[in-house]
């Protein structure tokens, strides 16, 4: 992704920071809840804040920090994930480009109560002071409407994957492959789903909570079996009923 002028400085996650108030703007407008604001609050919340690149396997943010900004995703994945000792990482959350993440704790002032991770290989987030997003959301009823309805269907989808826990490996890909056909998949003509995400068998692994050979493995016997195919622009699901019986738990809606 490209940017425009800006000033850089080190974040402290080790990934980079910067201003580019013409980008933030597009940011704003993809999502939900803040393209409902009037443009001259869209170039205010803009001016203020920061974009930040981030690394695979770069934290957002530690359990345990406080919320002091609106987080939204402009490029790649970030995985909410709630570590448990002994027992492989569970993953609560997952935000792509146009989502923000960490809604609730941000409005209530709070500290979080899980990790965030960038799940892909590359991640830009714009970081709106909250302080300031509270102020535009409050005075508009549409948009705070709207964030309400996403802090819901969040609060769906972290139950859900709770359901997820003692799941098999199968059952998680499954549910997680139709959840991102769901968020951000595009229908073909022939009816199969054309999801335009660049994950590799690590990141798709690290998502699901599994080994990368058993994500491997299952892949590609479902390949064999006409489920899903790959290409270097992403993944294709062709048969979501068939896949959908390998599930034990409904992914969630798009958003």
């Known amino acids: 992704m490209r940017h425009g002028s800006c000033c850089r400085s080190g974040c402290p996650h080790g990934g980079v920071t910067e201003r580019g108030t013409m980008d933030v703007r597009s940011i704003l407008r993809r999502h939900a809840a803040f ?25 957002l943010w530690q359990v345990g920090e406080r ?14 994930q709630m570590a448990r000792a002994a027992v492989r990482e569970l993953v609560l959350g997952l935000a792509g480009p146009g989502e923000s993440v960490g ?22 987030i714009a970081r709106l002071p ?3 997003a509270l102020a535009a959301l409050e005075r508009s009823g549409h948009a705070a409407l709207a964030m309400a309805r996403l802090f819901g269907q969040s609060t769906t989808t972290a139950n859900r994957r709770l359901a997820l826990f003692t799941a098999s490996a199968e059952e998680r890909l499954a549910t997680t ?12 003509e022939d009816g ?11 990141e798709l692994a690290a998502l699901v909570g599994t080994t990368v050979e058993t994500t491997i493995r299952t892949l590609s016997r479902w390949s064999r079996e006409g489920l ?3 290409t270097d622009g992403g993944m294709t699901l062709h048969d ?10 409904a992914p969630a809606p798009r958003a």
Do not use: C, W
């Not at 919320?67 to 970030?78: K, N, R, Y």
């Open 130 to 132: 909250r302080e300031q």
């Open 67 to 80: 919320a002091s900004a609106f987080v939204i995703v402009a490029h790649g994945l970030v995985k909410v």
């Open 228 to 230: 899903v195919t790959t």
């Open 103 to 124: 809604d609730a704790a941000a409005i209530e002032n709070e500290t979080y109560d899980g990790d965030a991770i960038a799940l892909t290989e590359t991640v830009v």
């Open 177 to 188: 492959l139709m959840e991102l056909g769901e968020r951000f998949g595009d229908e073909l």
């Open 240 to 249: 979501a009923n068939a896949l959908a019986r390998r599930t034990s738990v």
């Open 35 to 59: 393209s409902r604001l009037p443009d001259e609050v869209i170039d205010s919340l803009a001016r203020g804040a920061m974009l930040q690149r981030l690394r695979r396997g770069a934290p």
């Open 192 to 202: 199969s789903t054309l999801i335009p995400l660049r994950l590799t068998r690590a």
